[in-house]
Each structure stands twice: as C-alpha cells, then as structure tokens.
C-alpha cells in the first residue's frame, strides 16, 4: 500500500492562490502547481467548514453522513445540539484500516480510537479528549500546542492578531514535524489560520493600500514555508499529494440576518421581545433559520410545537422561495438560488436535513441572525465563506469530473488505496 500526503488550507479561494503563486508569495505551492494539476472546486451547501470537511473526510455528501452545519435544535426541547465526531459514522482512512496521521481537523472532536495518531481541529474545547493515542498530550503541553486561535486579539490589535496566527501555526509545525517520523500511510494536516485571516482581514486582501496588507502576504509566506517543508519530503520520496480548501472566500458587503426576514414576514414569532435561543418559539411559528442559511418548516409531527399541516408545506416552500428569490438591499439581489433539500443531498439523513437552503449572491453573508435588532448590518467581520471557488492542487495529476465538489475529491483519493 502506497502513502498518501493531504494538506488542507481552510478557506482558501481559487483566485487568490492562483494570484499569490503567479507574485511569488508562496513558490513551494507555485512550484508543486506547475508540476501538478490545479483545479477549482465546490463546497457542498452550507458552505461552512464542519459540513465541508466532513463531506471530505467521509467522501460523501451530507445526505449520507448527516452533518448539516455547526449546529442542530432538539426536536422536542428546542435546546441546541452540536453534532460532533461522535456523531460521524466513519472516515475514508477508517473504512480502509488505514494507518493515519490526522492534525487539526475540524470536526474530529472528540477524538476516538483510531489506527495511527489524531489530534482534533476546532470545535475542541479540552485538548486531553482532542488527542489519540492519550500519551501524545504530555507533547503537546510541552509545546504549548493550541487547538484554534484566540479570536479577541482581532478585535485588539490586528496586526499583533496575524503574529498569533503564525505562533500557532508554527507549534503545528512542530507536531508535524515529530509526527512525519513515524509509520503511515495517509498524513493529512490542515492549516485552519487562513480562514481566521480572511475572517477578519479579507479587506487587507481586495485593497493593495491597505495597512496591513504586508501582515496578509506574510502569514501567506509563513504558511507556505511551513507546508513546503512536507511537499518537499513527500516529493523526495514520491508521494502523492493533494492540497485542498473546504472552501472559497470573498469580501463581504453585507451581512443578511435570515432571521429578521423570517419575522418580518409572519413565519417567525418568539414568546419572549428578546429571544435568547429558539426554546422561546412560538406554535404559530410557520418557519425557522439556523446558520448559517438553513430553513426548517415547522411540521406538526415532527417538531413538538410544530404547526405547519403537511399539506400546507409546498405551499409554504413555494412562498419562502419566491420571497428569498425576491429579496433586495440597495436595489441587488441578494439571493442567488435557494435549493429544496432533495436537489442537493441524498442518502439515509435526507430527513433530517434543512428543508431549504439558500445560496448568496458574493458579498452577502447569510446569518441567523435572530437577536438583532436589524434586516441587515455589517460587524467586524471583513471576509465570507464561498461556495463554488475552493481549490486543489494534485501531484502526480489525478483526473475528477468538472468542477468537482469535495467530497468527490475523496472518493479519487480513496480509490488511490483500493
């Protein structure tokens, strides 16, 4: 069996990696492109990183696995739940008994029992059950190892903000570094700094003038310089590589409260002025958003307050939609496609999914959004997640359909080992 090397930089679009190779700010990935394929890719919807990259990490799309965005409601209490690994059946590398190396991928929390070493990426909230086999931890202590960054320092003082970024990523590094040593078969390592970065200093990207512009190039190089040290090796000794986003990125305009629209319009009603989660809906509640553009009709039967008659629901599909579709600010639309759940997922957790979902148009940040006080607004957010501008870089080339979303990525991959 051969040894397979993936490095996932979240958020990452097409357009930038392809500017950043072609100015020479990251000439390790230049140099692998020019060797290898490099393609644009899709996000499966919602274009957030736990339905991302556990479409990849399962090589299928969220019908099949079940993860549907950072965040469920209990269909009785109306409490939040927040699907972990726990509740990801199986990995690619576990359906192939695959000797891994897995570092920082989201979604992997907690970390469970697997052939070769895991450390999880974000959501980790306490690093001793974000690490297997348990003996790595006194290392990780050691090294100061963190599992995400501190986001207060972007609100601080952005440039010290973009230095933590690199301390970080540099610790990784270092876990990388000890881990490359020892026997496997697939290593897979993710940088996540980049989607902190565009999170919070997107702008410095669109605006050469920008004051910290030179702080965004250099965390690029910082990066590069990192995983350079792995493509190099890898090539060295002739592994395959794939180097892949779980999503695009674009300035935002403005950011939709999803929420807000849904009051407006006579689908949303709380018990309480200020609602604090969604165990204050109301009965008469029609519809109901969770994040980041996912719509759920409140059916009788299925959610313990629920309302809406089954035979009332196309109807109510059919208005949703044209009311989204409608939608503007400033005179643009806002709203670029809005899908029923059957046109994008398939598979045994199709029921479970959001009964619609919707698509921007660049620029337009879909949030729930329901305590503001607003339709619409913006924050201290300057970049939004994309769905249909992500990338990979394959070496030796490796041949997928057109356009291809990520978790038909996986499967190519996964039959690199069958």
């Not at 980790?124 to 059950?129: F, K, Q, V």
Request: charged share 30%.
């Amino acid at each position: 069996m051969g040894k397979f090397l993936i490095i996932g930089i979240d958020g990452v679009p097409f357009d930038l990696i392809l500017e950043f190779s072609k100015r020479g700010i990251i000439p390790n990935i230049s140099s692998l492109i020019e060797k290898g394929k490099l393609i644009k890719t899709r996000a499966p919807l919602p274009e957030v990183s736990s339905v991302s990259w556990t479409s990849f990490m399962t090589a299928r799309n969220p019908g099949e696995h079940g993860i549907f965005g950072f965040e469920e409601i209990d269909r009785g209490t109306y409490q939040y739940v927040f699907p972990d690994f726990n509740h990801v059946e199986e990995t690619f590398w576990e359906r192939l008994g695959l000797n891994s190396i897995i570092i920082n991928l989201p979604q992997t929390y907690p970390a469970r029992r697997t052939r070769g070493v895991l450390v999880s990426g974000f959501v980790a909230p306490d690093l001793e059950r974000a690490i297997y086999p348990p003996a790595l931890l006194r290392f990780l202590k050691k090294i100061k190892y963190r599992v995400d960054a501190d986001f207060n320092l972007a609100r601080e003082d952005k440039r010290k903000f973009v230095k933590h970024l690199i301390q970080v990523l540099k610790v990784r590094e270092k876990l990388a570094k000890k881990l490359w040593k020892e026997d496997w078969d697939l290593f897979f390592f993710v940088v996540t700094g980049t989607d902190r970065l565009h999170h919070f200093l997107f702008d410095a990207y669109q605006n050469p003038e920008h004051p910290q512009r030179m702080d965004f190039e250099g965390f690029y190089r910082e990066m590069d310089r990192i995983v350079g040290r792995f493509i190099n090796a890898a090539l060295k000794n002739g592994i395959p590589i794939a180097i892949l986003s779980d999503h695009g990125f674009c300035e935002i305009k403005e950011e939709v409260y999803v929420s807000q629209y849904l009051k407006k319009w006579g689908y949303l009603n709380f018990k309480e002025e200020e609602p604090q989660d969604l165990t204050s809906l109301e009965p008469s509640t029609k519809a109901f958003a969770l994040n980041p553009s996912r719509i759920y009709i409140h059916l009788e039967g299925k959610f313990s307050r629920g309302s809406v008659n089954p035979s009332e629901y196309e109807n109510l599909l059919e208005d949703l939609t044209r009311r989204f579709l409608d939608l503007e600010i400033d005179g643009k639309r806002v709203i670029r496609a809005v899908f029923r759940k059957e046109e994008i997922y398939t598979g045994p957790f199709l029921e479970r999914a959001p009964d619609l979902v919707l698509l921007s148009h660049r620029g337009f940040d879909l949030k729930s959004g329901f305590k503001k006080k607003k339709l619409h607004g913006r924050s201290h957010f300057t970049g939004m997640h994309s769905q249909d501008d992500a990338f990979l870089i394959t070496h030796p080339p490796m041949e997928f359909p057109e356009h291809p979303f990520i978790y038909q990525i996986a499967a190519g991959i996964e039959e690199f080992f069958t």
